[in-house]
């Protein structure tokens, strides 16, 4: 029988200090390989502010989703995003619910996977540091501002449309089924999209992970990505949609047909329509289109008043009566909305025409038919 060695007292520390030393040092190595490393949220392409779908001026259809094509997906997996936990009142509830039904029917139409898939987007963001901690206040994110929306449909007249209600119980369905925890797993930690018949600047500079119908799907690249960066809770606080879209604000004055136009010095000279004024906030030119003034004649018109660059919005109607003074627009106006042009900072620009007025556009070109 072999006798155990017995260790000395300063041998049986010397290799508790060398066991503790190299399981330091294997957690600092740990610790350094996978420490994530965050980029500063300013130097990030697709920040807020900056509109989410707007395509690049003139490029078209055809040559934007070649260019959409030839950026492959990244690799997966690509990682679900987890449950929404919802920590609000009743009245906060009502109020996601409501926000969060209007951004899938505007963005997504009636389809099942579009709408769930806008859906996670919006709760994605709720989520992230770099958005609006609420429902409403991630969907309606820059209504106020001259640079753009990050739902085109909050700010376009759409707002002033109407859906079946049997389509709206379906929308309000999933974003109640969302609020409550489940999750659209294909479009994972996305925090951006757009159709693939534009072409964002931004988009080649996102990971771009998912397609779900004509909609891309793309996250940041790197920690502001992963799960990890998602780390706000959500503790409700939902303002008043109606406040964000202006709704709830007293209808100003339309101009009359007999009103002298209010005209900034130094306007251009357009065909296709008469420049009625430019808004007094900066935010947008108010045209009346003439008659028989078709999709290219209108944008035309928008580009000719807009310049060679800059933000710049033009809206245009076909009755002279139906054009506000100013914004915000009332219901009256946003119903009789025709045209709808924006462009943001980086020269981008987006068209929406009502396909009432505008027969034999796809539907993707029409104004969507909003609440």
Known sequence: ??????????????????????????????IGDEAPRVEPLATLP??????????????????ARAANAAIPFVPGPHPAAAPFRFRGTEEDRARATECLALAAMAEAGPSDQGQRAVIQVVLNRVRHPAFADTVCGVVFEGAERQTGCQFSFTCDGSLARRYGEPAWLASRRRAEEA????????VGTATHYHTD?????????????????????????GYWGT?????????????????????????????????????APG??????????MRDPSGRANFVQLAPGTGEAGAMELARKLCGPSGTCRVLGWADRAAIPATFPMPASARG????????????AEIALFSCDHFPGLPREKCIPRAR
């Open 267 to 276: 306007a251009p000279a357009i065909s296709g329509g008469e420049l009625v």
């Open 179 to 186: 609020l409550g925890g489940r999750v659209y797993a294909p």
């Open 336 to 347: 009789e909305l025709r045209f709808s042009y924006t462009r943001d900072p980086a020269g």
């Open 197 to 221: 018949w534009v072409f964002p600047y931004w988009s080649p500079k996102l990971d771009k992970i998912a397609q779900v119908e004509t909609h891309l799907f793309l996250r940041w690249p």
């Open 46 to 63: 697709g920040l807020p502010g900056e509109a989410p779908v707007l395509a690049s001026p003139g490029l078209p259809e055809d040559q």
């Open 1 to 30: 029988m072999r006798r155990k060695r017995r260790l000395q007292p300063g041998t049986l520390v010397a290799c508790t200090i060398a066991v503790l030393l190299a399981v330091a040092a294997a957690l600092a190595a740990s």
């Open 227 to 263: 799960r990890t960066a998602f780390s706000r809770v959500y503790s409700g606080g939902e303002p008043d949609p109606l406040s964000l879209s202006g709704s709830a604000t007293e209808e100003p004055p339309a101009v009359e047909p007999s009103a002298t136009p209010t005209v």
